[in-house]
């Protein structure tokens, strides 16, 4: 019988490029696959940025601030307010307003710093769920010593009126 020294290393060679060989086509394969998936359509669609109540009122408080606040709207809590005080419970706390936001925030022309925030109040307003979220809402503002103005959603403004409504960093 006639063994040969050299047949185990080249049989581990050959079964390692093997190997590699079946390893680059599924690579290849894959590469595919995520480049057939990124050019395939997405489900979303541009959507409107405000509704047409939101956009309505926007126009009017423009007009009501008459360039003496910026306004911003649809503006996530987590934006407006941090979680100060120890570190426990910071994320409970954090999560509690990263998906909530208010319809406007006006912050002062020069420096961005909020001077209230108005809610637009409509019918969805009145459900029990809503209310609770809007108590908390008022509270988070209220502590934070930073007013938040509620507006009832109506068909029209009236510029003059809402200025009235609304504290603005350089009135008396």
């Known amino acids: 019988m006639n063994i040969d020294l050299a047949s185990g290393p ?3 060679v050959v079964i390692v490029l093997l190997a590699l060989i079946v390893l680059a086509a ?3 394969k894959t590469r595919a696959s995520s480049a057939s998936a990124a050019t395939k359509a997405l489900p979303y669609r541009l959507r409107p940025f405000l509704s047409a109540a939101e956009l309505r009122f926007f126009q009017v408080l423009k007009l009501a601030v008459n360039g003496d606040a910026r306004t911003c709207p649809k503006v996530r809590l987590a934006d407006i307010f941090d979680v100060a005080g120890p570190t426990e419970g910071r994320v409970g706390h954090r999560n509690r307003i990263s998906q909530k936001h208010v319809d406007f925030l006006l912050c002062d022309p020069e420096t961005m710093v909020p001077t209230c925030a108005i809610e637009l109040d ?5 459900r029990r769920k809503r209310r609770e979220r809007d108590h908390f809402v008022d509270e988070v503002f209220r502590q934070c010593g ?3 103005v509620h507006i009832r959603a109506a068909a029209e403004y009236d510029a003059a009126k809402l200025r009235e409504k609304i504290p603005l960093a350089n009135d008396p």
Do not use: E, Y
């Open 26 to 28: 599924i690579g290849a």
């Open 122 to 126: 409509d019918s969805s307003h009145r």
């Open 10 to 12: 080249v049989a581990i």
């Open 146 to 148: 930073l007013r938040l």
